[in-house]
């Protein structure tokens, strides 16, 4: 048995020996793969895979169901400092419904079914009030951790007191949240707003003034009331808007100029009257359907004419001599004839009744000014820049205002009032930073560097292509058949006899056995 292990010992020796250094590196590479994937594979295999059972537990539930699965012999993971607890992938399907059957874990939180499962007659006022409050911020932070980035909610909620007396105004409620978000979330305006309506709406008198809402990182999620703004808010969002006016415009003066004369000849500032007045207003206009000659359609017409004719009757009394007579009054002797016409007309006219409600945007620009400086292109020369490209460039400058600000008012500004908010000045730039010109020149180390990665570029393939050559000479040197040549014995080599060989053989007996060929002497001795 141990000659064939010390075969297989030899085999393999001399099997390893005869290969080469790359069959060498080859057969132990794929021992080790073979090695890594045998381990791997019983590693995955006989590994226990635990997924989650329940997340964002508080450290009370935690505990109460790892007491439960350490009862029944399960095992158990606790992750997430304490909030997820996880169990075997085989097992977490049933356990979910199992502990589901026994209530756990249990909150401790009363909610509405309390009632249900707890109604008698022994409970006073005060104690179904404190319950009741208990329910409803159960509740609602429940239906708050339903919302996506809320993981878990706190929820206080301040009642008023009932009160026995008759009273006009009624108290409010108020209420304090505390969120636990997600890491990384954000929520939009929107959000936080239906977040407070959502609030505002579950509880009874709870305006969205009395709520406040915060993040476990004292952050505070405000509802930003659109119609009360505050003065330092109104006057950063008002101070923005002029600053972004005024950026606009002159970064297009700057652009259109700069081209022109040259970026870093020209220097544009900007200075803008912003009105944010923002005007609502309704007009109630009559106007007549012929404008022409101002009249409407006649939808009604009415005429009436009288007309009489006839003697008059003969005047009585006393002539001037009564108390109230008038004295010398001379009466009328004879009779008199009289005529009598009434011609009256009504019409009913159909106008053009136009009602306007016009909402006025503010953001107008009552007043803007532009001042540029221009560098002439030989700085020390301030004739070279042309007097009529600087009349252009005023042109220029007061079309861009005239267009700017606000239609109502450039319409009562005169060429002279658009040319008084226009300022070109030509001058020199003394400040202006002037960077010298460096010749880009490749170091001498690039050199160095490059010559040796060459040489060790050409070395290398150097060596590569006599490391093939000789690969291939071998490989056509073992195809070769080399030609049999005759064995022709050596004259002088002694031609070995039976004598010869036994001869030989006592004399490396006597070499190696002394003992043994002394026996061997006694014995021929003896026979002879």
Do not use: C
């Not at 004719?309 to 009564?322: D, E, I, K, L, Y």
Request: charged share 25%.
């Amino acid at each position: 048995m141990n000659e064939k292990i010390r075969d297989y010992i030899n085999k393999i020796s001399t099997f390893w020996k005869e290969r080469t250094k790359s069959q060498k590196l080859m057969l132990a590479g794929s021992l080790l793969l073979f090695m890594i994937i045998v381990s791997a594979a019983a590693f995955f295999a006989t590994r226990t895979n635990f997924v989650p059972l329940y997340t964002n537990l508080s450290p009370q539930e935690t505990g109460q169901i790892k007491t439960t699965l350490d009862q029944r012999g399960i095992e158990s993971e606790i992750t997430d400092n304490g909030t997820t607890i996880k169990v075997p992938e085989q097992v977490v399907d049933s356990l979910k419904v199992e502990l589901a059957a026994e209530g756990i874990p249990d909150s401790g939180s009363i909610d509405y079914s309390f009632f249900s499962e707890n109604a008698g007659f022994g409970m006073t006022d005060n104690e179904f009030n404190v319950l009741k409050l208990e329910a409803m911020q159960t509740e609602l932070a429940n239906l708050i951790k339903s919302i996506d980035g809320v993981d878990d909610a706190k929820v206080m909620i301040n009642l008023p007191q009932p009160s026995v007396f008759v009273s006009e105004q009624e108290e409010e409620a108020s209420a304090s949240i505390v969120l636990k978000t997600k890491p990384g979330y954000k929520f939009n305006e929107q959000q936080i707003k239906s977040l407070y309506h959502l609030v505002s709406k579950s509880i009874p008198n709870l305006p969205t003034e009395n709520i406040v809402i915060m993040n476990q990182f004292f952050e505070y999620f405000d509802l930003k009331n659109e119609e009360n703004f505050s003065t330092g808010t109104t006057f950063a969002t008002q101070h923005e808007i002029k600053r972004q006016i005024e950026r606009d415009i002159q970064r297009q003066v700057q652009q259109m100029l700069g081209t022109m004369m040259g970026q870093d000849k020209v220097v544009v500032s900007v200075t803008a009257d912003i009105d944010f007045t923002q005007e609502n207003r309704e007009e109630n206009l009559v106007t007549p359907i012929d404008e022409e000659n101002m009249e409407g359609i006649a939808i009604s017409v009415q005429r009436i004419t009288e007309t009489f004719s006839g003697n008059g009757a003969q005047p009585g009394g006393v002539n001037g001599t009564g108390e109230n007579e008038i004295p010398n009054y001379q009466a009328v002797a004879g009779e008199t004839n009289g005529d009598y016409e009434r011609i009256e007309e009504t019409i009913n006219n159909e106008v053009n009744r136009i009602k306007k409600e016009i909402v006025e945007s503010p953001y107008k620009i009552r007043d803007l000014g532009i001042q540029v400086m221009v560098e002439p292109p030989n700085p020390t020369d301030l004739n070279s820049l042309p007097q009529q490209t600087v009349e252009d460039i005023t042109k220029i400058l007061g079309t861009i205002v005239r267009t700017s600000i606000d239609k109502k008012v450039s319409e009562q500004l005169t060429d002279e009032d658009i040319q008084n908010r226009v300022v070109v000045s030509v001058q020199p730039f003394n400040g202006k930073m002037k960077f010298d010109e460096q010749k880009q020149t490749i170091p001498l180390w690039v050199y160095i560097g490059g010559g040796i990665l060459l040489a060790i570029i050409i070395g290398l393939l150097v060596l590569l292509l006599r490391r093939k050559r000789e690969q291939d000479e071998e490989e056509f040197a073992d195809f070769i058949e080399q030609p049999d040549v005759p064995n022709v014995p050596d004259i002088n080599e002694e031609i070995e006899t039976e004598a010869s060989m036994r001869r030989k053989q006592l004399e490396k007996l006597a070499k190696e056995k002394p003992d043994e060929f002394a026996k061997l002497l006694r014995t021929w001795l003896a026979e002879d």
